[in-house]
C-alpha cells in the first residue's frame, strides 16, 4: 500500500508542476560596424586597354559573342546540291544573332553556295536549310453527317537541314550533320574559306 500512495504522491507532484519560465533573450550587445575601404559603386566591365591583345599561346575554346572589334571574314560556304530539280529554296542558318534569317543559297553547278562576312573571335555551328513545296498532295477523304464524301487536298511544304561533309562538323544526337565555324583572331590566310 505504501507503494501505491507513492505513486499516487508522485503523479500529482507531476500534475501540479508549473511550467518552466521562457529564458531570458540573449544580448549580444550593440551590432559591430565593419569598415570597407574599396569602392562602394559598380562602375561596370572595364574597358580593355587600347593595346590590349590575345595571347594566341591560350587555347580558345568558345569565344561565345564576344567581339573585339567590327572586323569580319568574307567566307564562301558550300554544299552539294542534292535537293529535287525544281521548287527548292536555301539558306544558310548559323547559330549566331548577326544571321537572324539565315543567308539566302544560290544553286549551281551542282552545289548550293553563300557568301558571307563571319565576325571575327567569333564561332558558331551552323546548317543548310532547304524548303520545298511539293505541291498539292492527296489529303484523303472525308465523310459528311449526311452521307455525302468531301475530297481533302493539302499542300506538302517540306523543311530539312542538312551539313556538310567537306566542312568542319559534327554528328548531332538525331544522327545529322551541323557544321562549325571555329573562332580566328584575323582572316588572314582563310582565302575566303571556312577555317578547318
Known amino acids: 500500500m505504501r507503494a501505491g500512495a507513492l505513486f499516487v504522491a508522485a503523479l500529482a507532484l507531476a500534475a501540479c508542476r508549473q511550467p518552466m519560465p521562457d529564458?531570458?533573450?540573449f544580448d549580444a550587445g550593440p551590432e559591430e560596424a565593419v569598415v570597407f575601404d574599396g569602392p562602394t559603386s559598380n562602375t561596370g566591365i572595364p574597358q580593355l586597354p587600347e593595346d590590349f591583345t590575345f595571347d594566341a599561346s591560350i587555347p580558345l575554346i568558345d569565344s561565345g559573342v564576344i567581339t573585339v572589334d567590327g572586323t569580319c571574314c568574307v567566307t564562301e560556304f558550300s554544299i552539294s546540291d542534292r535537293e529535287p530539280a525544281e521548287g527548292v529554296v536555301?539558306?544558310?542558318?548559323?547559330?549566331l544573332s548577326t544571321f537572324d534569317g539565315g543567308v539566302p543559297l544560290t544553286r549551281g553547278a551542282g552545289r548550293w553556295?553563300?557568301?558571307?562576312?563571319?565576325?571575327?573571335?567569333?564561332?558558331a555551328s551552323y546548317q543548310y536549310e532547304?524548303?520545298?513545296?511539293?505541291?498539292?498532295?492527296?489529303g484523303g477523304i472525308a465523310e459528311l453527317e449526311d452521307g455525302g464524301l468531301v475530297y481533302r487536298e493539302r499542300l506538302d511544304l517540306q523543311t530539312w537541314r542538312r551539313g556538310s561533309d567537306e566542312e568542319p562538323g559534327f554528328e548531332l544526337?538525331?544522327?545529322?550533320?551541323?557544321?562549325f565555324?571555329?573562332?580566328v583572331l584575323s582572316c588572314e590566310g582563310l582565302d575566303g574559306s571556312v577555317p578547318r
Not at 532547304?130 to 492527296?138: A, K, L
Open 23 to 25: 529564458p531570458e533573450p
Open 90 to 95: 536555301g539558306a544558310l542558318h548559323v547559330n
Open 113 to 123: 553556295t553563300a557568301t558571307a562576312c563571319f565576325p571575327v573571335n567569333q564561332s
Open 130 to 138: 532547304f524548303n520545298y513545296d511539293s505541291g498539292v498532295v492527296d
Open 173 to 179: 544526337a538525331d544522327g545529322s550533320r551541323a557544321n
Open 181 to 183: 565555324f571555329r573562332s
